[in-house]
């Protein structure tokens, strides 16, 4: 923890101001409250102060406050997306609080209909992954949201195509269609950095996005209020919430190679104190590749009960079947990606995965008072997966690959607890923002071993290789024999239980200085026992220990920032954070298992939005060392090693905007730079080299036009870009050339084209997708290549209720 005991020094050198040179004696203050027509709070409302140049916005509870404001009359004015503009007079005596409260003609569902679909600035809404109703602008660390109406606009399915609006996150591998691996800021995104309404979830199965209302990212570390999460970002997907009205949506989507997907949404009261929603929807679809398909089915049904007007318990849950095709693409021949075509499919024929994915939260909100809020969750998750399939298509010089397959049955038990209490007090005139919580997760993970369905032998570098039969990658008539279309028989032998616990507890201040200056410090403890697996042999029932002993990791993450406002538009912001990352698996060099990786982050940057928050721009910059950088070891692929430092440079850029009634568009920039800087003498990989996996550039930008009134009223036209630059397949250089090398992969952009119409409560949507019928590739490692989709059209047709 370099420099922390510096910033923290700092932090507290700044505490001790006198609070004489905060106040200012004589200047008045304008508090007051927006609130709906049906007498809810209205949060996220701007409040213009015209004549003195101050601004405020109204917090969750709909409430403001301007302070230091000279004696004298004044006009205050309120305006957001979607209400109509309110002017008040109001007169403000020196050393008094004046008193203005608003009504808008909008409900609370109407006016949550609106913050959720517009692409409005990104600096001003809380985000649930902060725990805490902190605005990004206060927060110094890049947050990024994608709310329902990007989701709906571009007819998103899955959580890679809403991802690809975050600039700084990458899709680095689709390991044979089952499994997409994200890479932020040179990190990959394992499922202990996807959430679902803030509780860790699987990404298994490929999670549903069309249904949900939004996903949030908070890019680089996210380690204090979570631990055990690496230093790229943390993604969390937000299921939609009941309402207190009647209303719903039916739609139907049709697209290219046999998409169908029926979707109903239904939402309403119960009672004056509990309302439901249900969501449920199924897709059959085919695909570009030969003999590919999937079938899935999702349903999310959540009820809010308002216990009093100080507490609600929101309980919600979901269940996914999702049955699809494993398909590890065209596969390399000599390290090289073979020069099959897009849709050519060399697993096979009977290959299959199966998941179901079920969960169940509960979530309690208490208000103690105006300052202190409770709120406690539990959740718990069932992931089952079922999977054969041939595996690890690559080929020597020649064509020849001696297609091994790979018979597994998992089942993932997690369980997750936390409760956080945050509240605001002042110490004189500082403000403090604190939040403090404690979390828990346990999970249980079952791994069955079946019998080897691999029966024949070869000798390949040296080393004895089992195999199921050989076939020849450039010649896709040699898939067409007999083993291929009969599914192997298969005996369950051992199941192998693998326990995991983890608990922590934080602290975490928002100080506020002045209205300028601002410091957010915080420090997590976390614990994690990794205890020996348990593996039990079905034929006579007994148990024994697995050879990798038990795993105790401990560390405190810290994390301090500083934030400077010099208008309210604008903050600019310097942070350091710190995070261990758990690494698994054995240690080739010990034989012990691994230790922990430490990873140091520093970050600043800007961020700012004009024109009454109409426009935003948002500026980072990062770096990244990790001093214990942990990987798959090149000399033995079942255990991990050590490999040396690494360190990763970056720059972010994201826009968004609602520059005109109707017009919404979002777009971003960002460069990465993730290489080893020192590595093993021999066996490591060459300093320098761009770590596989990770994107140097990458770009996204959409534009929408909804016509709100002539003849044209009702007319949506959209259109959408997005840039994957160059990045490395196949494996890291090693200094002896023992690893099988790279594949480089040039970079692409795909062109997205939408338009539609809306009468009344029908509308219909209609996209082609990758309209250049672009051709390129995600590689994973030396075997998985995936081509991106060709040239597509999907569009949906909804009524609304």
Known sequence: MPNIYKWISLAALILCFPSSLLYAQNSGRITGTVKTSDGKPAPYVNIGLKGAGKSAIT??????????????????????????????????????????????SQSSSQLDEVAINGYKTPNQKPVNLGKIAIAPKDLPQSVQIIGTQVIQDQQINRLGDVLKNVNGIALGANRGSVG???????????????????????????PEASTLESVEVLKGSAALLYGGVSGGAVVNMVTKKPKFEYGGEASMRIGSYDLYKPTLDLYGPIS????????????????????????????????????????????????????????????TVGNTISPLGRNVFINTDWAYNKTNTSTAQINLDHKFNDNWKLNAVASMQAYTRNYFSSERPFADAAGVWYR??????????????????????????????????????????????????????????????????????????????????????????????????????????????????????????????????TINTLADGSEAKGTVADK???????????????????????????????????????????????????????????????????????????????????????KKEFSGKTESDGLEIDLSGTLVEGLNFLAGYSYNYMRYTSTLPVTGVVEGERLVGTTKNTANGTLFYTFGEGCLKGLKLGASAFYTGDRNGGRNTTKNNSSSGIIPLKGFTTLDFSAGYSWKKISLLGKISNITNVLNYYVHENYSVNPIPPRQFVTTLAYKF
């Open 272 to 331: 004056k104190k509990i309302a439901f929603r249900v969501i449920g929807t199924y897709e059959k679809a085919g695909s570009y590749r030969d003999h590919v398909d999937s079938k899935r089915f999702y349903v999310n049904p959540s009820l809010l009960y308002k216990i009093s007007d100080k507490t609600e318990l929101l309980v919600q849950g979901d269940y996914l079947k999702s049955d699809f095709t494993p398909d590890f693409g065209i596969g």
């Open 180 to 206: 997409e691996n994200f890479y932020s800021r040179g990190y990959s995104l394992g499922s202990n950095n996807v959430f679902k309404n803030g509780a860790r979830t699987t990404i298994g199965g490929m």
């Open 552 to 638: 105790t990791d401990k560390a405190f993450s810290p994390k301090v920032g500083l934030i400077y406002q010099p208008l309210k538009s604008t903050s600019l912001y310097a942070s350091y954070t710190n995070n261990f990352t758990i690494n698994t698996g054995i240690d080739i060099a010990t034989s012990a298992p691994m230790g922990p990786s430490i990873i140091d982050q520093y970050e600043a940057g800007v961020k700012n939005d004009f024109l009454d928050g109409k426009f935003s721009v948002n500026l980072t910059y990062y770096k990244i060392k990790n001093n214990k950088f942990a990987q798959t070891a090149l000399a033995d692929a079942t």
């Open 404 to 533: 091994a397959l790979t018979r597994t049955n998992i089942k993932e038990y997690t369980y997750n607890e936390q409760i956080n209490l945050n509240g605001n007090f002042s110490t004189g005139a500082i403000k403090h923002t604190l939040l403090v919580g404690i979390d828990a997760d346990q999970s249980y993970t079952t791994t069955g071993a079946f019998s080897n369905p691999n029966t024949k032998t070869i000798k390949l570098n040296g080393v004895d290789t089992k195999y199921y039969d050989q076939v020849n990658i450039l010649d896709p008539l040699s898939f067409n024999q007999p083993t291929n279309f009969n599914t192997p028989l298969t005996t369950l032998l051992t199941n192998t239980r693998a326990p995991i616990f983890r608990m922590g507890g934080f602290v975490q201040d928002l100080v506020t200085v002045t209205e300028q200056f601002k410091v957010l410090a915080g420090i997590r403890w976390t614990y994690q026992k990794t205890p020996a697996t």
């Open 59 to 104: 917090d969750e509870e709909g409430s403001f406050s301007i302070k230091n404001i000279k004696p004298g009359n004044y006009t205050i004015k309120i305006s957001a997306i979607g209400i109509a503009t309110q002017e008040k007079t109001v007169t403000v005596n020196e050393g008094q609080t004046s008193t203005l409260d608003f009504s808008i």
